[in-house]
């Protein structure tokens, strides 16, 4: 198999309270089926050999449902194409030569800790702040005593597709968290066992996502264009359709 | 030493239940006195955080992820079995047990089996009711699809992404649970040793992943849910992160390891492409619910597969087990793709691939009922293969899976250790000697959410334990020892980094401990590993700093565990002079190449006492008795 060689522009800041900046890197031996993220462990093992410190960067399942990876490609969460992770970006979509741009996740609301890995607990904290449906373990009906349509069910899953990596606050110039958000809670919304928790859901997590210092929807739908899941700004409707229904009867 | 499984007398039908009446409980008002750590925050990790955050204890759940809802629990796909019998086609309590210990080849304990299947359908309730959008027929009702080893339809699914969705139901139900402020979430923390106390686990000592610093925490139990092992064979489906080090640290400080060479290998894996290749994908097995596995009859054939006609295909896992066909278990699935690799007969670059093939389920379904069950594994392996499956076959192979073996527990999943409690896949208990599909999310959940409420409580409610904090000396004694580990591990400037060194033991053990096993490769493997152990001591080279994040430094103190590891779970495989599930010797094989039990002799668990680095470890046994499920050759002709 051909190999290629790329230039990996790579953002390296040590710690959070230092100064970062982007430095130049050459990897060689790259081939078309390697993840871009297998072409960051080739980077690091020759800064091993070195003896260098390696770019720290999250990574875990690396078949696009962990939602650990993620960074900036060439200015794209997540880098070129749609519909998939970093770990599901292969090599071959670039060519010998190609330079490519690295750098973490940028937004207030996701802090920096090292090189391209940043602090998403605010993601956390929005789904501690209702995004759940309170049943108490051991309480639960038969699973088929409440029927859900085959297109409801549908629905819901499509929403609770979202792997929480932060691509779409990446992409958004507010940095805005709304499609995370929107997509629990259309989730948690669409299902029967969601409703008597709805209108308290979206009021805590709305609440909860604007004291984490994400910024308001842009409206522009770049969120949906790099989602990896491919989770639709539709629900941000819901979203916004639950939120003022929700003021409105004092929720 | 003969372990005693603590198993309750009675019938197998009742244990269960008449164990929960006569258990010790603790009074509501204490239960938030007691504080509890749950280290892994996967399906059994995080089900363990919130139904025992429900109860009321004071839990601390700790994962070495940035956040818990990203534990490789995530990526299981296909689904979970329970017996619901839903579909009206024969399923019981007892058929799944029956289907789970023959899939074990009869060397998993029957009493925790048998409850498993009992909760199995508390667990698809349970799920429902905190919002996992399982997949639903038109009518409204839960829907079933099938799965290996079993011929009833039990596995209930949400799509390819049934563990994502399983694991978001379970985070959340944590997340409310952190929410009314009887759950702390610790993240990017990695347990680094097993605090014991008067002989009695009460407390980890972590390693915060941001700042280096060590950290503290003292408890009343500590629930190890930090998942296999799977990765000491370096190219394996799991994520980056898993490993054994939490539950080697606990077998360091006298928890027994069971069965550690039953390591299942999972029939279909995207095969592998080149040595930057750092991780196999799994195709969920749902796939074989239609999709058929081939190879051309003739050795050699390289023609495209759109090019070799019918009669000159050999389906078989069909021709081979009729009655079956291609849902025989993962353990039979796997040893004939190899067969068929073997005579030559592989296809791809590599001639190490079967293929498995859509075009009957397409034609008979049309492509859109095939999208809709499995579209995101579709995806995933045209992202990967950059090849269409709806056009051609996929091509698929085995990898390394799942760990049965894990800590030796009894039956109130406590290991040896009083107050050390192991959930989910990192205990050995229900799965024997091969897993079948979709039972790994039953065991997490069930575990986490069903069992570990009582037993947990019989042993606090039961027990006298001393205050403790975290100024005494055994905090000191293994915070010192785990400084001197990283610091020893940072000052390691060999010539080989971690990754060469962990490749070249996971080469030794996929060769000689993988999909066929014989007396000779295993004490070849045995020395092998002593080398590289001895090399990684020598020659490993660890960059960065203490003080920060490090993953090399991660990454290099998990492979020196393995390095530890290995040595067992390459004893096992030697002592076991058998061949059961996956675990397959050459030397005992029935004529058509079927594995040969040894009933008489290794009817048994095999647990193994840690003595020290370098020296041979000592094993315990614990008897296994079958008394519901009646000994017998495994067919599944």
């Keep these: 198999m051909s190999t290629m060689t790329v230039k990996v522009r790579v953002w390296r800041q040590p710690s959070p309270d230092k100064e970062g900046r982007l430095v130049d890197y050459t990897v060689g031996n790259v081939v078309a089926d390697m993840s871009f993220v297998e072409m960051l462990d080739v980077l690091n093992e020759q800064l091993v050999a070195a003896g260098e410190d390696t770019v720290a960067f999250d990574s875990d399942c690396r078949e696009g449902i962990c939602g650990s990876c993620g960074c900036v490609v060439n200015g794209v969460p997540h880098g070129p194409g749609t519909g998939k992770t970093a770990c599901q970006l292969f090599m071959r979509a670039f060519t010998d030569g190609d330079t490519l741009v690295v750098e973490p996740f940028r937004a207030k609301a996701f802090p920096v800790l090292k090189d391209l890995c940043v602090d998403r607990g605010a993601f956390d904290r929005i789904i501690s702040a209702g995004g759940y449906i309170s049943a108490t373990t051991g309480s639960a009906p038969d699973g088929n005593q409440m029927l859900i349509g085959k297109d409801v069910a549908e629905k819901a899953f499509d929403a609770a597709a979202c792997i929480g990596c932060g691509a779409c606050v990446a992409a958004c110039k507010n940095a805005s968290a709304v499609l995370f958000v929107s997509a629990k809670v259309a989730h948690l919304g669409y299902l029967p066992q969601g409703q008597p928790e709805r209108s308290r859901r979206v009021v805590r997590m709305v609440e909860q996502m604007e004291k984490e210092g994400f910024g308001a929807c842009s409206n522009e739908g770049e969120c949906e264009a790099v989602c990896p899941k491919e989770v639709s700004t539709l629900h941000i409707q819901i979203l916004q359709r639950d939120y003022v229904r929700a003021v409105l009867r004092g929720a | ?637």
Aim: net charge neutral; glycine share 10%.
């Design chain 2, 1 to 637: 030493m003969i372990l005693d499984g603590k198993v309750p007398s009675g019938p197998i039908e009742t244990k269960w239940s008449s164990y929960k009446d006569h258990i010790n409980l603790v009074n509501p008002a204490n239960r938030r006195k007691h504080t509890v750590i749950v280290v892994g925050t996967g399906l059994s990790g995080a089900s363990a955080a919130a139904s025992l955050g429900e109860l009321g204890y004071n839990v601390l759940a700790m994962t070495i992820l940035d956040s818990p809802r990203r534990s490789h629990s995530i990526a299981a796909q296909g689904g979970i079995n329970g017996a619901k019998n839903y579909k009206n086609d024969g399923d019981s309590t007892y058929r799944l047990f029956y289907d789970t210990i023959k899939g074990g080849d009869y060397r998993a304990r029957e009493a925790n089996v048998y409850r498993l299947a009992q909760v199995s359908v508390d667990i698809i309730d349970h799920c429902v009711a905190n919002g996992v959008p399982f997949a639903r027929e038109y009518g409204g009702l839960l829907d079933n699809r099938s799965f290996g080893g079993a011929q009833v339809s039990r596995t209930f699914y949400a799509r390819g992404a049934t563990g994502q969705q399983l694991l978001l139901g379970a985070y959340s139900g944590m997340m409310r649970q952190v929410d009314a402020g009887t759950v702390k979430i610790l993240p990017r923390r990695e347990m680094l040793d097993l605090v014991m106390i008067g002989g009695r686990a009460r407390g980890v000592l972590c390693r915060n992943l941001i700042s280096g610093q060590y950290e503290r925490y003292a408890a009343d139990a500590v629930l190890l849910c930090t998942g296999g092992y799977a990765n000491l064979y370096y190219l394996s489906t799991n994520a980056g992160n898993s490993n054994v080090t939490a539950a080697w640290r606990c077998a360091r400080r006298g928890a027994y390891f069971a069965n550690p060479c039953f390591t299942q290998i999972h029939p279909t894996c995207i095969p592998e492409s080149g040595t930057h290749q750092s991780k196999l994908t799994l195709m969920s097995e749902s796939l074989r619910n239609d999709g058929r596995v081939w190879v051309p009859k003739q050795a050699g054939d390289k023609r495209n597969a759109s090019d070799i006609p019918e009669a000159e295909r050999d389906y078989y896992l069909e021709r081979r087990y009729p009655t079956f066909g291609n849902l025989v278990p993962r353990d039979v699935a796997s040893r004939a793709a190899k067969a068929v690799c073997d005579e030559g007969r592989g296809v791809g670059a590599t001639g190490r691939a079967v293929y498995l093939d859509f075009a009957d389920a397409i034609k008979r379904l049309g492509e859109g009922v095939v999208r809709e069950r499995y579209g995101n594994l579709f995806d995933m392996y045209m992202h990967i293969s950059d090849e269409n499956p709806y056009r051609v076959p996929m091509r698929i192979y085995p990898a390394i899976h799942y760990a049965m073996g894990g800590l030796w527990v009894d039956y109130n999943l406590m290991s040896n250790l009083e107050g050390l409690f192991v959930l989910g896949e990192a205990n050995f208990s229900d799965h024997g000697a091969n897993r079948l599909g979709a039972s790994a999310l039953m065991q997490g959940l069930g575990d986490g959410y069903f069992v570990i409420p009582y037993t947990l409580s019989n042993y606090i409610g039961g027990t006298k334990l001393e205050p403790v904090t975290t100024d005494h000396d055994a905090f000191k004694e293994a915070e010192n020892g785990v400084d001197e580990r990283v610091k020893t591990m940072l000052a390691a400037k060999g010539g080989k980094s971690v990754k060469d060194l962990h490749r070249s033991l996971g080469r030794v053990l996929w060769d000689r401990v993988g999909m066929a096993r014989n007396r000779a490769g295993l004490q070849q493997a045995l020395k092998e590993v002593t080398a590289l152990r001895a090399e990684y001591q020598q020659n490993v080279r660890v960059v960065g700093e203490g003080q920060t994040i490090n993953k090399q430094l991660e990454y290099a103190m998990r492979v020196n565990d393995y390095m530890e590891f290995a040595d067992v779970l390459v004893r096992d495989a030697l002592g076991r002079e058998e061949s059961c599930g996956c675990h397959f010797r050459e030397e005992y094989q029935a004529e058509d190449g079927e594995c040969q039990r040894n009933d008489a002799e290794y009817a048994h668990v095999a647990a193994w006492e840690f003595k020290g680095r370098d020296k041979e470890p000592l094993l315990h046994k614990e008897p296994l008795e079958f008394k519901a499920a009646e000994l017998k050759q495994r067919n599944y002709k």
